[in-house]
């Protein structure tokens, strides 16, 4: 968490890849991943972020 692009500065408030992919009941994952992206998006978000990408599908739909 060595970023100063946002986000909460307490890590224990922050998600893990681990809390999603814990989370499997119902769900089919098509994409999880933590990945470096660089933002622009207003004064409080500019720079290096570290991100997790979810991308996911219901089953039963």
Do not use: P, W
């Not at 119902?26 to 290096?48: N, R, T």
């Amino acid at each position: 968490m060595s970023c100063s692009s946002g986000g909460h500065k307490d890590s224990q408030k922050l998600y893990t890849i681990e809390d999603f992919a814990s989370h499997q009941e119902g769900i089919e994952f098509i994409q999880l991943k933590e990945e470096i992206v660089h933002l622009s998006e207003g004064m409080g978000h500019q720079g290096e972020a570290n991100v997790i990408r979810v991308l996911f599908k219901k089953l039963g739909q």
